[in-house]
């Protein structure tokens, strides 16, 4: 035999029951409730939920706009990061060419002699 208990209505599902209903049953809620009450109820968990999704897609989408932020600066990082080392390695190309050291550590720099223009 195939287990009905959830469509059987004989059977007693407490997360089934609205609260106004399992309340006045445990004898906390000394008036039972009216259908207008429990309508009311229904709507105003649909509201809730409803705000809820809202709030979570406004969440999904800040942070896709935080992460292309961050993507953004991350990639002017790099940006600046690459040009401040190619800056470097021409300082470096320069100091190069040029003779430094005294002594036995001399080391004569590059000399590239230039055409002069006639006049």
Not at 17 to 32: D, G
Not at 58 to 65: C, I, N, T
């Amino acid at each position: 035999m195939a287990d009905n208990s959830e469509n059987d209505l004989t059977v007693f599902h407490q997360n089934k029951l609205p609260v106004q209903w399992q309340a006045w049953l445990r004898h906390t809620r000394t008036i039972a409730p009216t259908i207008q009450e429990l309508v009311q109820e229904e709507r105003r968990r649909a509201l809730v939920q409803e705000r809820a999704k809202v709030l979570d897609e406004e969440w999904e989408q800040r942070k896709l706009e935080l992460q292309k932020i961050q993507d953004d600066e991350q990639r002017e990082a790099e940006r600046l990061t690459a040009i401040e080392s190619a800056e470097k390695d021409k300082e470096e190309a320069a100091k190069s060419t040029r003779p430094s050291g005294t002594g036995d550590t001399f080391s004569p720099g590059e000399w590239n002699p230039t055409s002069t223009r006639k006049r």
